[in-house]
């Protein structure tokens, strides 16, 4: 006997899916997150001063 399925949940089941998947291209394609980015351009604004600062003047 064939197995009675939902419409209205496989529709959304499918929408999840799509979704999950346009999720984890955009992932791969714009990489890291805005907290990573701005920690990131911390520590070399960090390491910057440090090695400015370890410079010798002329």
């Known amino acids: 006997m064939a197995e009675i399925v939902n ?3 496989a ?4 929408a999840r899916e799509a979704a999950e998947a ?3 291209e955009n992932r791969v394609k ?3 997150t ?6 990131l351009a ?7 001063a440090v ?3 370890a410079k010798k003047e002329e």
């Open 34 to 39: 805005k907290a990573e980015r701005a920690r």
């Open 11 to 14: 529709r959304k089941m499918k």
């Open 51 to 53: 090695i400015d600062g």
């Open 7 to 9: 419409l209205k949940h």
């Open 22 to 24: 346009k999720a984890a």
């Open 30 to 32: 714009y990489g890291q």
């Open 42 to 48: 911390a520590e070399k604004a960090k390491l910057r």
